[in-house]
């Protein structure tokens, strides 16, 4: 992922979380990821591979395709 790619998931990525009123643990805990994993994306430290970004569409209960969408 590019910086500007990158940026634009974590930007939406914590709107998401927000809106459902999610604390990075408990969306973490959805996912089935670790913990800190969240707040490391959303601060732009960590890049999610392709694997993460499904636990995260699944987690939350959308199609991956919408996860990713930035329109």
Do not use: H, W
């Amino acid at each position: 992922m590019s910086m500007d790619v990158t940026k634009k998931f974590a930007n939406k990525l914590k709107k998401i979380r927000e809106e459902r009123n999610l604390s990075q643990e408990d969306l973490a805990l959805l996912c089935d990821i670790d913990r800190t994993y969240i707040g490391r994306i959303e601060r732009l430290e960590r890049k999610p591979t392709i694997v993460i970004l499904e636990k995260i569409a699944n987690g939350l209960g959308i199609k991956l395709t919408e996860l990713v969408d930035f329109d």
